[in-house]
């Protein structure tokens, strides 16, 4: 199994070598203009200079990374906690059910960055507008994964709770929670997807720092190189992140193996 996973890993280093290698050549040959598009190894040369060169856009990636962080993170950890029980309980109790859905199919379709306009006029630019955003695009897929997961939670366990002589809350928490967690964990990957997506929309129009801004002020400036890099970042970042949330779900389900 170690050798299998050695070999798929190493599959997927050769994959990204390989769209590397080809970037580079079609750039060195002409085939893509290296005035918009810089080749790889300017780019990750420009990765080491921009850790200490604010330039174009006044701060250093560092910086701008932290901030991101600082705005994805906190809106995406608020979507969890409101939107993850709140899917839970309306999937479990009709009453709460039937209060909740129509204000919430209402804001559902609503997209994230319709909310930037609004929100800078209440909040103005700061990291509390930006993290509204944010969670906003998190917290519908949250809701809905987490209500989808608890419907689907097997009517067998439940009666054999209830012949047990368990309480509908009890049930709810030692049946229903745990059947709910596998697509919760679904949602929850998508959420992260949304939120990361949503923060560089809303740093695009609504920042003076992190990396949505920086890839704004490469275009400002004509720099391809700052806005790839800006790209490039957030996608290493996203896939740390994921990882990072597989290791959490393989951690919390690890009874289902």
């Known amino acids: 199994k170690r050798r299998e996973q050695y070999q798929l890993a190493m599959l997927s280093v050769i994959g990204i070598l390989v769209f590397l290698f080809a970037w580079q050549a079609a750039v060195m040959a002409g085939l893509l203009p290296s005035r918009y598009v810089p080749m790889p190894t300017e780019v990750v040369k420009l990765f080491f200079v921009k850790w200490v060169d604010p330039n174009p856009d006044g701060a250093v990636l560092g910086i701008n990374i932290l901030a991101s962080l600082q705005v994805a993170l906190s809106g995406f950890a608020l979507a969890l906690v409101i939107g993850i029980p709140l899917g839970l309980l309306m999937g479990w109790f009709k009453g709460f059910d039937c209060f909740m859905r129509p204000i919430f199919e209402i804001l559902r379709p609503i997209p994230p960055v319709s909310w930037i306009p609004i929100t800078i006029i209440w909040l103005g630019l700061g990291l509390r507008a930006k993290a509204f955003i944010v969670f906003f695009s998190a917290f519908v897929p949250c809701v809905i994964n987490s209500y989808t997961g608890i419907r689907q939670t097997s009517q067998t366990l439940i009666n054999v709770g209830k012949i ?27 959420a992260l997807g949304n939120a990361w997506a949503t923060l560089v929309a809303a ?7 992190g990396l949505g801004y920086m890839i704004q002020q490469g275009r400002s400036f004509a720099r391809p190189d ?9 996608g290493v970042l996203g896939v740390i992140f994921t990882w990072l949330l597989g290791l959490v779900e393989g951690k919390v389900l690890g009874w289902k193996k």
Do not use: D, Q, Y
């Open 203 to 209: 740093e695009m129009l609504a920042a003076n720092v």
């Open 226 to 234: 700052i806005i790839i890099l800006g790209i490039v970042v957030i």
């Open 164 to 190: 047990c002589g368990a309480s509908n809350f009890t049930i709810f928490l030692k049946i229903g929670i745990p059947s709910a967690m596998t697509m919760t964990f679904a949602g929850v990957r998508v």
